[in-house]
């Protein structure tokens, strides 16, 4: 049950897009579509972006988008804002009904 | 809307066992048909999930954690709790409770999370 693979750092200037990707294997990512996407900014709760690959929970911005391709999902960040600075993780449901988290990703905006 | 909060001792000893507890309100444990997991955080790392019961009762752990971990509901009180045996100072971390919220065909995704509550393992 190893870790998913993110980026540690991604940056980008306010209005442009950006992406995070997660790469698994087939036993997480690739056989499940059950990848969500967690913000968190510092000393807060995570917070739900996305779930099942590419749903939003109801309040969360349409500039949040998700996609799988394989074993590797992806969050997308549109139209970057200076509060979307914060940590960003990925999960996937795995083999033999666990769950297994990415690193986590450190989104910058300059 | 669920809400979720975490009690328990900040400070535990080494080779002891951490014992927290998540009090639920807006929502019952015993009839949401939710799963409900803890997560926890190290200083300065990310997140890592511990573990998630089925309202019913049925558990599943993380692989590296699951011989130290139960997890267990409290229906009358609408709690769930967490023991963390046989602990080292790697089990210091803030520990998450948390929830879907609503009925997934497994343990798949958290929206609903407590604040957190920092757990530090020292003599």
């Known amino acids: 049950q190893s870790a998913l693979t993110q980026p540690a750092s991604v940056s980008g200037s306010p209005g442009q897009s950006i992406t995070i990707s997660c790469s698994g294997t087939s036993s997480d990512v690739g056989g499940y579509n059950y990848v969500s996407w967690y913000q968190q900014h510092p000393d807060k709760a995570p917070r739900l972006l996305i779930y099942d690959v590419s749903k939003r929970p109801a309040g969360v911005s349409n500039r949040f988008s998700g996609t799988k391709s394989g074993n590797t999902a992806s969050l997308t960040i549109s139209g970057l804002q200076a509060e979307d600075e914060a940590d960003y993780y990925c999960c996937s449901f795995a083999t033999s009904i666990t769950l297994v988290l990415g690193g986590g990703t450190k989104v910058t905006v300059l | 809307q669920v809400r979720l909060q975490e009690s328990g001792p900040g400070l535990v000893k080494p080779s002891e066992t951490l014992s927290l507890t998540c009090s639920v309100s807006g929502d019952s444990i015993s009839s949401g048909g939710y799963y409900w997991g803890w997560i926890r955080q190290p200083p300065g790392k990310g997140l890592e999930w511990i573990g998630s019961?089925?309202?019913?009762?049925?558990?599943y752990s993380n692989f590296s954690l699951k011989s130290r971990v139960t997890i267990s509901v409290d229906a009358p009180k609408n709690q769930f709790s967490l023991k963390l045996t046989s602990v080292t100072a790697a089990d210091t971390a803030v520990y998450y409770c948390?929830?879907?919220?609503?009925?997934?065909?497994?343990?798949?995704?958290?929206?609903?999370w407590g604040q957190g509550t920092p757990v530090t393992v020292s003599s």
């Open positions: 948390a929830t879907p919220g609503t009925t997934t065909v497994g343990t798949r995704f958290f929206q609903h």
């Open positions: 019961i089925y309202y019913r009762g049925t558990t």
